[in-house]
């Protein structure tokens, strides 16, 4: 039976742990609210952007771009995978890793893959796991700028390129609410066009200042936003997966809290009994 | 003069879509400054850092400030896409001009790990936001 004392020194210690929750939660909801806005505003962009590709792609047969041409089956599968630079966010970074091994065993079981890691906690997680990591990028994931994810996507460009890897997916947590975030595996290269909607008629634009070219430019950005779209998507992901594992956190220490006091209350009548009990004793007895 | 209308949306990324109907717009294309109106061929061009000016009948004209993109023209439908669009009414002019300063006075001192490029497209849209917030062509 623990002592008045110890109890109350556990008391203060889950109160402390839950102030610190608490202010936590808040500062995610905050940073939450500004992430939402920012992942909203740029998918119609990413979206537009993409089906432009796709329509250009499906229209022009005869562009030729090393971005587009099919995978060949074999070679190395690259992965990029992205998750947080800290913790504290419930299943956020767990669900991604378990999901990579998945993907090693179960959907590429006969592929070399090398994973190409956004945030330290991936990093670590998959290190320990004795994955392949060809690359990493860590301290992009708080606020995720274009030229955070230009840097990232360049060299994956450059490695799909040079024919390091003959199909790149990314894996990211995709923002659907605050409580709910959707593992998402996404084809990136080689660029697969959308199946693409409308009349079907082939309608062929004039270029300028020329197909290949704009085409070129156009795929560079495209492959730009996407990944700074999937970049804002995981942060977003992250304040929500925060803040409710923090929200629970608070909860929970409410509840020990409770039970603490309870157990106090009750050993602190215990004593007073007890000690009732000695004097009433102890006055009969003389 | 061609009847009818274009509608024009603008794209950018961490901003809002916006959406005009009007019957005529300039735009800063990559092959040099282009004008849609009602009945434009389909077209699919480059856009550098300029002014984007937006036509109604009225008279009531709107400048947007761009940074490089991309522009769509497709059955009287316009689509621009741009990593920066600003109206013209919302520049910071003190801002932009200060901005000029800066990238003028990097290109004027070049030292080993100046950008060229950065510099040179930061004076571009620098200047394309004090020309829409004069609203002038650029």
């Known amino acids: 039976m623990p002592s008045l004392n110890d109890i109350k020194r556990r008391i203060t210690s889950v109160k402390s742990t839950q ?3 608490r202010a936590m939660k808040m500062v995610a909801a905050s940073k939450l609210r500004r992430a939402q806005q920012a992942i909203t505003r740029t998918r119609p962009y990413a979206y537009n952007l993409r089906s432009l590709v796709s329509s250009v792609a499906a229209r022009a047969d005869e562009v030729d771009h090393p971005l587009l041409r099919s995978a060949r089956g074999e070679g190395k599968i690259g992965i990029v995978v992205v998750t947080s630079d800290r913790g504290l966010c419930g299943g956020f970074n767990a669900t991604i890793v378990h999901r990579v091994l998945e993907c090693i065993k179960h959907d590429f079981p006969k592929r070399e893959v090398e994973l190409t890691i956004v945030g330290r906690k991936g ?63 996404e084809q990136m290269l080689p660029v697969v066009p959308e ?28 492959m730009h936003v996407q990944m700074h779209r999937i970049l804002l998507e995981s942060a977003a992901s992250e304040y929500g997966a925060r803040m409710t594992a923090m929200d629970s956190a608070t909860r929970n220490a409410g509840d020990v809290i409770d039970r603490l006091t309870l157990q106090y209350n009750r050993a602190r009548q215990d004593a007073i009994t007890t000690q009732l009990i000695e004097v009433v004793s102890g006055a009969e007895a003389l | 003069m061609a009847e009818g209308t274009i509608t024009v ?23 040099g400054v282009f004008t849609v109106q009602p009945g434009h061929t389909s077209l699919l061009t480059t856009l550098l850092a300029g002014v984007v000016i937006l036509r109604t009948r009225e008279g009531d004209d709107q400048y947007f400030a761009i940074s490089d993109g991309f522009a769509e023209v497709r059955d009287d439908h316009v689509r621009v896409l741009s990593s920066v ?19 003028e006075s990097r290109l004027r001192k070049p030292d080993e790990d100046l950008d060229l490029a950065r510099a040179e497209m930061a004076i571009h849209r620098a200047l394309a936001r004090i020309q829409a917030s004069k609203r002038q062509d650029y």
Do not use: W
């Open chain 2, 85 to 103: 669009f600003e109206s013209g009414q919302d520049v910071d002019v003190a801002r932009a001009e200060a901005a000029r300063e800066r990238a």
């Open chain 1, 123 to 185: 990093l670590e997680a998959l290190r320990r796991r004795h994955c392949t990591i060809r690359a990493s990028f860590t301290g992009a994931s708080d606020k995720p700028a274009i030229r955070a994810a230009a840097e990232v996507i360049d060299d994956i460009v450059a490695d799909f390129m040079g024919g390091g890897t003959d199909e790149v997916y990314c894996l990211y947590n995709e923002f659907k609410s605050a409580v709910q975030q959707n593992v998402t595996l």
């Open chain 1, 195 to 222: 199946p693409h909607e409308g009349d079907g008629l082939p309608l062929d634009y004039i270029y300028e200042p020329g197909q290949e070219a704009v085409f070129g430019e156009l795929l560079v950005r495209h």
């Open chain 1, 19 to 21: 102030k610190i929750t």
């Open chain 2, 9 to 31: 949306e603008l794209y950018g990324p961490e901003r809002d879509p916006v959406r005009f109907e009007v019957h005529e717009a300039v735009f800063p294309g990559g092959g």
